[in-house]
């Protein structure tokens, strides 16, 4: 079941997100930070933030915004699934949640950004199985040898 992101979640999602061995730990901070900011005041600010529960057990999230200064563009910032619960079609559903949502709120466009690194080659596929095109590479953006690589969604 999804449902809204609650400040008890937090700690758990971390965790989860940890165990996965995508994240550096500078990027597990930039996470936290999210999430302090999001209920703070973020998601004042059309920020959405949503969690998949089974049993009572988190299985994944997904945190998305829109984009300043634009024409009802969107970002996908996070989408993350319990490392033992991958490749099993809940990242496709949240995703799809993801852009059921925002069809319903006007939205046309939506942007991913993500590694370039060989271990992100399944997200970078995950993408385009989903219909997303690669609509840029920036080199060595994250460090040397990591570039940024863009995906875009008409919605």
């Known amino acids: 079941m999804i449902r809204l992101l ?5 700690p758990p999602l971390l965790e989860l997100t940890a165990q ?3 994240f550096l730990p500078h990027e597990l901070d930039a ?3 999210v ?3 999001y209920f703070a005041a973020l998601k004042d600010y059309d920020h959405h933030a949503w969690v998949w529960e089974a049993e009572e057990r988190l299985l994944g999230f997904v945190y998305y915004a829109p984009a300043p200064l634009t024409d009802r563009s969107w970002y996908l910032y996070w989408i993350v699934v319990a ?3 991958q490749r099993q079609g809940l990242g496709s559903r949240l995703l799809q949640f993801v852009e059921a949502d925002l069809r319903t709120r006007g939205a046309r466009l939506l942007l991913v950004e993500t590694s370039s690194k060989p ?3 399944p997200t970078r596929a995950f993408y385009h199985k989903h219909g997303y095109t690669l609509c840029a590479t920036v ?3 994250y460090a040397d040898g990591d570039s940024l690589v863009i995906f875009a969604r008409r919605l």
């Open 83 to 85: 490392k033992e619960y």
């Open 139 to 141: 080199p060595d953006f």
């Open 31 to 33: 996470l936290e930070e």
């Open 119 to 121: 271990s992100y080659a």
């Open 20 to 22: 996965t061995d995508m």
């Open 35 to 37: 999430f302090t900011d």
């Open 6 to 10: 609650q400040p008890p979640d937090v």
